[in-house]
């Protein structure tokens, strides 16, 4: 569904010391898969997601989404088909709009349409149901600003945004980092109800060790630009808190610092 063929990246290319993060990447994934992405600071975790969805270019290799190259489309042609949600709660929704106007905007993102048109009753009811869905009484703060929720509020809305028109890619970039403990498995919860309810491939990168364990059927560890874990789904089921932790402390010795 997604395949990452021979990707090189380099940083500070003119510098005399270059970064080379990605030197011969191969990574594919497969229709559905809900893939949990892991790794230290500096292993390549956000630049692989923005790789995909277009906001760094790769020095050279190939990007595949469903068998068509996209390695050098635009990332907002990328965003018809690929939904993201940020670690910023204030990023991917407008905050001076109101929560119904901004599901509005993220359903009909692929559309040619006037929001004057489609304010109507219909939408209203369509968008309290899903949002009663969840639980979090959001379906009575459709008239209220963004900027007027939660910090967990605004993810819900931003996640339910991601998913509302048909897309291929679900991006998760430390979608709960910003979030306290309760509020983030509230979130995660509603992310793997919407995940499995839409068979969406999905990408997820975190630093929480549970989730990563706990949520998705297949998990990777990255490290310096190179895949050094890839878990598939019973593997991961088996693997323990312990063994990563593990993992990361070799890392850390070879480095000569914590992690």
């Keep these: 569904m997604l395949e990452l063929k021979n990707i090189k990246k380099t940083f500070n290319k003119t510098s005399p010391n270059p970064t080379i993060l990605f030197k011969d990447l191969n990574l594919d994934f497969k229709s559905g898969e809900f893939v949990t992405i892991i790794g230290s600071n500096g292993s390549g975790k956000s630049t692989l997601l923005n790789i995909i969805s277009g906001g760094v270019g790769v020095d050279s290799g190939e990007v595949f989404l469903k068998g068509k190259e996209i390695t050098n489309t635009k990332d907002f042609q990328r965003y018809r088909y690929i939904g993201r949600v940020f670690q910023n709660p204030a990023l991917g929704n407008c905050s001076t709009m109101t929560v119904f106007e901004n599901l509005l905007l993220a359903e009909n993102k692929n559309k040619k349409w006037n929001l004057t048109k489609v304010l109507d009753e219909n939408k209203r009811k369509f968008y309290q149901e899903k949002l009663q869905e969840i639980g979090l009484g959001l379906e009575n703060k459709l008239d209220i600003p963004m900027e007027k929720l939660s910090g967990g509020q605004r993810q819900v809305i931003s996640l339910l945004m991601a998913t509302l028109s048909d897309i291929e890619l679900l991006i998760l970039d430390e979608h709960t980092a910003a979030l306290d403990p309760k509020t983030a498995e509230k979130v995660m919860e509603i992310t793997r109800k919407l995940v499995e309810d839409r068979k969406l491939t999905t990408l997820m990168v975190t630093h929480n060790l549970g989730h990563a364990i706990e949520y998705g059927d297949r998990l990777i560890m990255l490290h310096e ?35």
């Design 225 to 259: 630009g190179e895949v050094i874990l890839d878990l598939n789904e019973k593997e991961k089921e088996n693997a323990k808190m312990d063994d990563l932790l593990n993992i990361f402390n070799k890392i850390s010795i070879r480095r000569g610092n914590s992690i």
